[in-house]
């Protein structure tokens, strides 16, 4: 169908990354029957309107919520107590990939033999001022509201490597999967599962009791969520029997 009316398609493009999370401009082009500038110039007016976030060869869902400096201050406690029992559950692993969540990102002084693969920039900060160098890190597009790296060069990269355990993070967590904001960083969450042997899910007890734009993925990738002791006990039993095994932090 052609969209020759502005207003109309725009409308359509707004739709689009509402209903998937991500539009490709080449495809966006392709299906609306205008050119790629158009629909390029139709993404930079929806971003200024804070419908759209512009990224490399499309847009994504303007990302709403906590800003990524101030998320870590939100249940700052739980969050410590969910980093310290990851790092006891990861511990002996050689190689332990990271994900770009703050809740994660506090694990990764507390490995102190492991290999840390990451695209978290906050984490490549860190460990690049450490004597021993330990570190794998993955660019590629930079996330300002994940504050990481993603795109297919990021991906390329970690498809490139094995690790023993995966500590991965999410917007929100329920029986119907894993959820997040931004469709870049969902698709890093499944290539880092997908490249390592275990899979913890690090979400405190308010993420599952939320709702997100983007699916990551089914609950059938997480080997154990690890959550907080505020974590409502029929919630819980709803995630065990699902398979799920929940370790709770206190």
Known sequence: MRYTAAPERRAELERLVSTDGYVASAAAAQRLGVSEMTVRRDLRLLEEQGVVRRVAGGATIASAGVPFESRGAVGAAQKQAIAELAAREAAGAEVVALDAGTTVAAVASLLRSATIVTHSLPVIEALSREPE???????????????????????????????????????????????GTNVLDAAIKRVLARQSERV????????????????IAGLDIVDTLITDDRVDPDVLERFESAGVEVRVAR
């Not at 794998?136 to 504050?147: E, F, K, L, V, W």
């Open 133 to 179: 160098s330990r570190l794998i890190a993955a660019g590629g597009h930079y996330q300002p509201d994940t504050r990481s790296f993603a795109g297919p060069l990021a991906e390329e990269t970690l498809r490139a490597v094995r690790c023993d355990v995966a500590l991965l993070s999410a917007t929100a967590v329920g029986l119907d999967g894993l959820w």
């Open 200 to 215: 913890l899910l690090l979400a405190d007890a308010g993420k599952l009791d939320e709702t997100a734009a983007v699916r």
